[in-house]
């Protein structure tokens, strides 16, 4: 296995880049952080794309290999790496971990005006209302499906999958305005969540590229 080490390239306020982060601190990975900044479109550079045709973010260079998309490279963390499991060895929590997840990834994130594609493609002024509304309906759903599944986190009492997928979005809740106050099960479990290492070292505000007005 190579001994170099990894290389995220991230942006301070991505949600799949902060997935990636909390991953790699909760793994304990040390890595070296290159900021791309999307609102300067760094990620359309043609350097960039070289590396990620996509020009999206994150990207990891870990093993030889660059790897994208943040769902594939925390399993990939997570198969190869020892220390915390973020994947629960019971099928079915697996199941519910995954179903967590993607309930964010697929159904929440992509559609959010957060996203800069989106952003562009409905203009910013509906960018409050149009994030207001997707991240409401999503969370709508997924506070049902936590009544059933949290423990502590949102899969019992370990930290898994679908928590590096939650604490992102609810930091995207906030920045729109969500009203919390309708969703106390995710509320609790991000609270709880917050409160860990992992998700302190990761967090937007502490990040390389993160503006000094931002910052904790």
């Not at 300067?40 to 996509?54: G, I, R, V, W």
């Not at 769902?71 to 973020?86: F, K």
């Not at 969540?193 to 000094?212: G, N, Y």
Request: glycine share 4%; proline share 6%.
């Amino acid at each position: 296995m190579a001994s170099s080490k990894p290389i995220l390239h991230s942006y301070f306020r991505s949600s799949c880049s902060w997935r990636v982060r909390a991953a790699l601190a909760l793994k304990g990975i040390d890595y070296e952080y290159r900021a791309v900044n999307l609102l300067k479109t760094d990620q359309l550079s043609d350097a960039y794309t070289a590396l990620n045709p996509q020009g999206q973010v994150p990207s990891l260079q870990i093993d030889g290999v660059l790897m994208t998309q943040s769902l594939p490279i925390i399993e990939y963390l997570d198969e190869t790496r020892d220390g915390v499991s973020i994947l629960p060895k019971d099928p079915l929590q697996r199941y519910s971990t995954r179903r967590l997840a993607e309930i964010i990834n697929a159904g929440i994130q992509p559609l959010q005006v957060q996203n800069l594609s989106m952003l562009k493609f409905v203009g910013p002024e509906r960018k409050m209302e149009l994030g207001n509304s997707v991240i409401t309906k999503g969370f709508k759903a997924l506070e049902k499906i936590l009544e059933t599944t949290s423990g502590k986190y949102c899969v019992g009492d370990e930290v898994t999958l679908a928590d590096l997928f939650l604490v992102p979005q609810v930091y995207n809740a906030n920045r729109f305005n969500v009203d919390m106050k309708e969703f106390p099960t995710i509320s609790r479990v991000n609270d709880a969540l917050s409160t860990l290492e992992a998700f302190k070292v990761s967090h937007p505000h502490v990040q390389p590229d993160c503006p000094e007005d931002l910052r904790q």
